[in-house]
């Protein structure tokens, strides 16, 4: 037996417990990279098989066809297609529902035809009974000319049998074709099969259709396969006359091997779809279920979010007062500590809110919420499907672009990835609650509801509606041709299985925290080196503060903070935050908020660290009420008043709601428009458009 | 001739042959074959994005795309 792994790829329909399945067969040995080549996650998992076996096992996007229509399926077929031979599967488990099976066996038929060994896992199996379903699984082994397992994933049955199945297919190796395209034109795919016998025709038809040619195809036998290319409405006839052939197949298969006894099926789907996608009661449900996320993300979050606060302002004492004194101490306790501390205290939100997302996926409810949407959404040139990362934006801007990758249409897809990053997402958080807190009092209004919490909410919802209205302009200035078309299933409801939930919870979280916080962690790095270091002015800057004349009466600790104060001026930082002050001054800002402005391009929540750092607050403490009272305190000595007040206050939130300071969403949007036009578009765009705001917003209230 | 779209709430229907080459290819690769028996199981607010089963299959598609695939009402 080979002591190498196994390469095993899953593949099925969406909605097949095909992730159960992938978490039963690796558990928590799972990890995501990314495909060579291509930047689009892909989930491998180690699986031991037998004693002596291993396999490694790749869960590829859920897909009904191997015809992609959109950059999730896409990959399968890139996959499959033998690109990069070290990449290419030895083994194909395809996971079908079986209540679906016949629309899963064209999947099935279509990788058979692929020849290479194929196992096929029927899912759900304990639901058979209660749909009154019966198979003869002897005969549809027989028949399919495969290995044939009936499993239930949920409830961890059969997943040995599928391993044994692997085994067994691995070894015997032999994969044959299930139906011949040959049939509906000898003639014409003949011609094809000659031009490469290396390959199935069914990949050489594949090759001819999806324009996707893998290595071992030379120059020559590319322009032949193109030339079958040129007569597209044959090539589309084709395609139709092998769909409706494969289905015949199955058909004459399942006729011998699958009994549905139709009227033991119970309807609870026709039921919960009655309330759920009700033209009324279902946009009533959608919005409860909206508030409650919301909520819960307050709620639920405050304490987990204090004790990370807590324990890295603990560690940042802890590191000062035990490591000795110097550059790299600084280092650690200004720079690392408040820098990681600055990207977990988001954790307990997103992991929240993810949560929530994975449980309206598993139960099915979010494709009611498309069906719901899609119309209202197409006005605003999106689709349904873009209602998901919309959602998902409150949280991380980054998951919600990638979850656009379901939606076909490239206009749509595109029109959504420009605007999610409108959406509250949650590094905005700390910069409105330390602005709020400062700027509108803490009493109620109509006797009930919090002044504070209503701004809040009141910024969510410019978030959206920002979002909603840039989508419309987007709509009717960008001119891009895409086909509309747009199918979305119905998926059965079902309840959400804990361990889905939870592996999906901790994989995105993880995400996350490695994506957003290495430019964070960098990012707090390099602006400790800029207010630490600076020209000659710099080096000066503590003697000339103690020889002025005007600082002897001072006593020691104020002293020491007029001397941080002029070094920060005096700093590369400063400097910089000096040199755009006159462009924010019509905004209501001073060089010091410009730092801060500076910094938060690269991630807005480092808008609270820096300013904690320019007013002299021990920057290892990351207490905001120290910081606020700080920001409280801080006079505008052109006024003689307060700093912060209500119009700088206002001015400063606006243009946080629009500005795209995320560097990690521009490297995302980067990544899925493989261009760097589409973030410059949205980084001066927004830029611009939270310029604006802010300026008027100021200039108004002042 | 009629449509899927002209279809009530809960009415069925068969898909019919003409229509073969106007269903798009991923809708036929998810059960929507001629011959297959569908029912228009709900409509969206706002008259689109239409709820249908067929071959055991739940879809939601728009409008546009049903006003395309003919059929033959059932018990007419």
């Known amino acids: 037996m080979s002591k190498n792994n196994i390469k095993v790829a899953l593949i099925g329909n969406p909605n097949t417990g095909k992730t159960s399945l992938f978490n039963q067969l690796t558990g928590l040995n799972q990890k995501v990279g990314n495909y060579p080549g291509v930047t689009v996650d892909k989930k491998e998992g180690k699986s031991k098989l037998s004693a002596t076996q291993n396999a490694i096992i790749t869960d590829l996007p859920g897909t009904y066809s191997i015809n992609p229509t959109s950059l999730d399926e896409s990959i399968v077929l890139k996959t499959l297609l033998k690109k990069d031979i070290k990449e290419s599967p030895d083994v194909i488990l395809v996971v079908a529902d079986v209540e679906n099976l016949k629309r899963n066996l064209l999947l099935f038929s279509q990788i058979k035809d692929l020849e290479i060994p194929t196992v096929l896992a029927i899912n759900m199996v304990d639901q058979m009974h209660k749909k009154g379903i019966s198979i003869d699984l002897t005969a549809l082994k027989e028949e399919l000319n495969t290995e044939v397992v009936l499993i239930s994933a949920r409830k961890n049955q059969g997943i040995d049998k599928v391993k044994e199945a692997i085994i067994k297919c691995h070894v015997a190796a032999k994969a044959t074709p299930m139906c011949d395209n040959n049939k509906i034109d000898p003639e014409y795919f003949e011609k094809l099969k000659a031009i490469n016998p290396n390959f199935s025709l069914y990949e050489l038809w594949l090759m001819v259709t999806q324009k996707n040619f893998p290595e071992g195809i030379t120059k020559v036998q590319k322009e032949q396969l193109l030339s079958f290319n040129k007569d597209v409405s044959k090539l589309k006839k084709y395609q139709h006359k092998e769909t409706i052939y494969r289905y015949q197949e199955i058909n004459k298969i399942l006729k011998k091997t699958y009994l549905v006894n139709k009227n033991a099926a119970t309807d609870v789907r026709s039921r919960l779809d009655k309330i759920f996608t009700h033209k009324i009661f279902g946009y009533i449900i959608f919005l409860l279920v909206l508030l409650l996320i919301f909520q819960s993300i307050f709620d639920w979050s405050s304490v987990p979010m204090d004790f990370i606060d807590g324990a890295f302002a603990n560690l940042s004492d802890f590191a000062k007062s035990n490591l000795p004194a110097g550059v790299f101490t600084d280092l650690i306790v200004e720079g690392i500590i408040p820098g990681i501390g600055g990207v977990l205290i988001f954790i307990p939100q997103i992991a929240i809110l993810f949560m929530f997302i994975a449980i309206l996926e598993e139960t099915g409810y979010m494709s009611r919420v498309v069906f719901l949407m899609d119309k209202i959404m197409r006005r605003f040139g999106m689709n349904g499907k873009s209602i998901i990362p919309l959602i998902s934006g409150t949280a991380c801007a980054i998951p919600a672009i990638m979850a656009t990758r379901t939606i076909s249409s490239w206009k749509e897809r595109l029109i959504t990835i420009l605007v999610v990053p409108f959406t509250t997402c949650s590094a905005r958080l700390p910069v409105y609650a330390i602005l709020i807190a400062l700027i509108i009092p803490n009493k109620k209004i109509l006797g009930f509801y919090n002044l504070q919490a209503f701004t809040l909410l009141m910024l969510y919802a410019l978030g959206f509606l920002s979002a909603i209205l840039a989508a419309y302009i987007l709509q009717k200035t960008l001119k891009i041709k895409s086909s509309s078309f747009f199918v979305v299933e119905m998926p059965n409801y079902k309840i959400p299985s804990f361990k889905n939930v939870f592996l999906e919870v901790i994989e995105k979280t993880k995400a996350f925290v490695f994506e957003a916080g290495k430019i964070i962690l960098a990012l707090s790095i390099i602006l400790w080196f800029l207010a630490s270091n600076g020209p000659e002015s710099f080096k000066n800057a503590e003697k000339n503060t103690i020889e002025n004349i005007e600082n002897k009466q001072l006593n020691k600790a104020d002293l020491q903070q007029k001397i941080a104060s002029a070094k920060l001026e005096n700093s590369y930082i400063g400097i910089m935050g000096k040199t755009i002050e006159p462009a924010i001054k019509p905004l209501g800002y001073d060089w010091k908020i410009g730092i801060a402005l500076i910094t938060s391009f690269a991630a807005r929540e480092v808008f609270v660290g820096t300013l904690a750092t320019i007013y002299s607050v021990a920057s290892d403490d990351e207490d905001t009420s120290t910081i606020k009272q700080k920001m409280r305190s801080e006079i505008n000595p052109e006024t003689g008043k307060k700093r912060f007040n209500f119009p700088v206050g206002m001015s400063l939130l606006v243009f946080y709601a629009f500005a795209m300071q995320c560097m990690a969403t521009l490297a995302i949007v980067k990544r899925e428009t493989k261009t760097w036009k589409w973030p410059l578009i949205q980084l001066f765009g927004m830029a611009l458009l939270a310029y604006i705001s802010s300026l008027i917003t100021y200039q108004i209230l002042s | ?76």
């Open chain 2, 1 to 76: 001739m009629s449509t899927i779209a002209s279809l009530r709430i809960g009415e069925m229907g068969y898909i019919s042959e003409e229509s073969l080459d106007l269903i798009p290819l991923k809708l036929l690769e998810m059960g929507c074959l001629p011959g297959a028996e569908v029912q228009l199981v709900q409509i969206a607010p706002l008259k689109d994005l239409l709820y249908i089963c067929v071959n055991g299959s739940h879809l939601a598609i728009r409008k546009e795309t049903a006003v395309q695939i003919q059929i033959l009402k059932a018990n007419l």
